[in-house]
């Protein structure tokens, strides 16, 4: 759907001239219904919103316009459990610089879904924070620049640090369950993900928190580690820059708060 | 024209799938046709040919080919004095997020050209260093996000610094002459404008070059600055952070250099 017209995927065009093609200017947000309900929504829509604030995109959105779309596109495709992706571009620039009535896409995906904990991931560390780092924008040109490198080091995706912070991977939270066994993340200068903030409720009955940012070396002596997204949900981390965290294998509070988190997921009295 | 075929620039569309929407992930160069010649046109190709290979943007890419295109796009648009851009994207990605067959996408947009020394610009200057800074990326997030802030200071532009060291503006190079006369750009982190380069070689004929980047007191200490693109050519800078440069007038060196430069880019035996 673009700016409000159903439109076939095959078909859905754009203007070369919107300010995401020519400046990369744009935010988005995705999140998933399954078995035709809306999986935490009204947080989505949150971040959505405030990340429209942030990049001034937020002119002709409509909260009830946009949740009556997405439920009409869903029935339109018959899909029960779904990907929903929304971008706010800067629109058409007369001048190709500054922001124009913005345009509005929403995409769907089908979903297929895993119900378990996926197998473990490693990682490599990189210097290198996101611009607006607390803004969904669509910029991942450094993510994307980074694959050959990451495949070259045998690893499975990056984390991003600055200086001895650690931040965030380019398309999840990080947590760790450090040393003293605290469940610990970084809060600065990072997206604040949707799937972290459910973990972090989760941890509560589980854990300690720590409050403070993750350190390399926090991260080097962890017992545990794992990402957290819409997509991946709980996956485990079981190594960094090539040392293995913990015992090298998924530790026990991710394997619980995991089968927490998928409870809270496919549960049909999702709050 | 996409991928090859000409379109008009209202139905000139895109499928919203292309990886510059879904992910920022693109490079471009823009360059002029005058009275129907080329401006440094293998210049600003071995420039794009470089943006290319560093984003692995390269399959497809053909030098005889592209300047082919560019010329019966000229001749089909009766254009005689015209900025043309190619942009080039990550293409249509399955995954959303892996780079396939790049989309190759060339605007033509009429000029309407001054030969004379512009009015002088007044640039704040903001810590930022651009991702990948040595190519010409799509991401402009960050300057088209500054604009708001740009205009409550009451300046035109804003030039970028890393700690002391200033960098570039988001579409020009920043040289000032500096307190001891001297020429001076800052060459490390930046784009290396073509403009700036063609000034570089003018300037050996009336100034010393320094060959160190420029630091915040050089500029705030020197005597003349301005900036150097492809559509401000020269375009002296009076005042930084609300500061004068120099008399907060242009200066003799900025003027002689912008008459070099236009002498050049309008001479019917340009190079």
Redesign the interface.
């Known amino acids: 759907m ?1 700016n409000g017209h159903l439109v076939d ?1 095959d078909s ?15 935010v988005f947000d995705f999140f998933k219904f399954i078995n035709w309900q809306p999986v935490f929504l009204d947080d989505h829509l949150d971040r959505l919103f405030h990340s429209a604030r942030q ?2 995109l937020e002119e002709g959105l409509d909260r009830e316009d946009l949740i009556a779309q997405i439920i009409s596109l869903i029935y339109a495709n018959q899909l029960k459990d779904v990907g929903i992706r929304i ?1 706010l ?2 629109g058409y620039a007369e001048d190709g ?3 124009h009535r913005p345009n509005l ?1 929403i ?1 769907l995906t089908p979903l297929t879904l895993r119900r378990d904990l996926p197998p473990g991931i490693r990682l490599i560390s990189h210097p ?1 924070q996101r ?2 780092p607390e803004v969904k ?9 980074l ?2 490198f990451i495949k070259a080091q045998g690893a499975d995706d990056v984390v991003y640090r600055n200086g001895e912070t650690i931040l965030e991977c380019p398309r999840a939270n990080l947590c760790i369950i450090n040393a003293n066994g605290e469940l610990q993340t970084t809060r600065t200068n990072v997206l604040a993900g949707i799937t972290r903030n459910k973990v972090l409720e989760l941890a509560q009955q589980r854990v300690p928190l720590s409050q403070q940012d993750i350190q390399l070396a926090d991260l080097y002596a962890a017992r545990e580690a794992f990402i957290t997204s819409t997509t991946k949900l709980i996956t485990p981390v079981l190594s960094v820059d090539g040392q293995w965290i913990g015992t090298g294998h998924p530790g026990p509070v991710t394997k619980a708060l995991s089968a927490d988190l998928l409870q809270l997921v496919f549960s049909d009295n999702r709050p």
Chains 1, 2 share one sequence.
């Open positions: 673009i995927a859905a065009n754009f203007s070369v001239g919107d300010m995401a093609i020519q400046r990369g200017y744009g990049m001034r971008t571009t800067g610089y500054s922001i896409i995409t290198f611009q607006l924008t669509i910029d991942y040109l450094m993510a994307i620049w694959q050959p």
